[in-house]
């Protein structure tokens, strides 16, 4: 089946600390996409990918950081520098800017 | 910046009845897309309907758009318990001005009463 999976499903994170999120992609989709979705809001951009080894920031890029080694992999880590971290995290991809998406399941960021 | 603002923010009715959904965006768009989301999952896409179609069908789902007012509806008929769930517009930022990536409203929750 193909599909995007995001581990793990919970997070916590001590203060200080930096946390990776995972997300790996067996569509063959060339674009990726991070989102932050805090309690009854809409998605937030944070960084998105259209190639291998490219990257660009979002609308919350602050705090957080990418990297695009593999078509198949996208994955976030989330910084010290991030002071509001709690949220669910979703990772997408699609197989170009204007088709549709597909995401994750996602992940749930919390502090300890 | 949201882009797209969802009204109303949440809507309950009764099995079988039919459910609408509306979407307002501020700037010009290539297209625009519903998404469902249940509860603590990720997001599912519904239909995408371009800037130059007006009505759009999928089973159960009518979608329709009105650039010149800047709005789109999402129906749903028929609907089932199944049919509980966010639903979101969304449109492209890069017609907006904004790079990639899709801009998203605060969502409608719906939930059918059995």
């Known amino acids: 089946d193909g599909g995007i999976t995001q581990s793990p499903k919970y997070l916590f994170r001590k203060e200080g600390q930096n946390v990776t999120l995972s997300c790996e992609q067996n569509?063959?989709?060339?674009?990726m996409y991070w989102y932050r979705q805090d309690p009854g809001q809409g998605l937030r951009l944070i960084y998105y990918s259209q190639i291998v080894n490219d990257f660009q920031k979002g609308d919350i890029a602050e705090g957080y950081s990418v990297s695009r080694e593999k078509k198949e992999s996208f994955p976030l880590t989330v910084t010290s520098a991030q002071k509001n971290p709690t949220a669910f995290y979703l990772c997408?991809?699609?197989?170009?800017?204007?088709?549709?998406?597909?995401f994750g399941d996602g992940t749930r960021l919390s502090i300890l | 910046s949201q882009q797209g603002e969802e009204d109303p923010q949440a809507l309950s009715i009764q099995e079988g009845e039919n459910a609408t959904m509306n979407c307002s965006y501020k700037?010009?768009?290539?297209?625009l897309q519903w998404y469902r989301q249940n509860s603590g999952r990720g997001l599912v896409h519904l239909i995408l309907i371009r800037s130059n179609e007006r009505e759009k069908h999928s089973g159960r789902l009518r979608v329709t758009l009105d650039t010149s007012k800047k709005s789109s509806s999402l129906l749903i008929t028929a609907s089932r318990a199944a049919d509980t769930a966010s639903y979101f517009c969304?449109?492209?930022?890069?017609?907006?001005?904004?790079?990639?990536?899709?801009?998203f409203g605060k969502g409608t929750h719906l939930i059918i009463q059995p």
């Open positions: 569509l063959n989709h060339d674009a």
């Open positions: 700037t010009s768009i290539n297209n």
């Open positions: 997408a991809s699609s197989a170009r800017s204007d088709q549709p998406q597909h």
């Open positions: 969304a449109t492209d930022r890069r017609s907006g001005g904004g790079a990639d990536g899709l801009t």
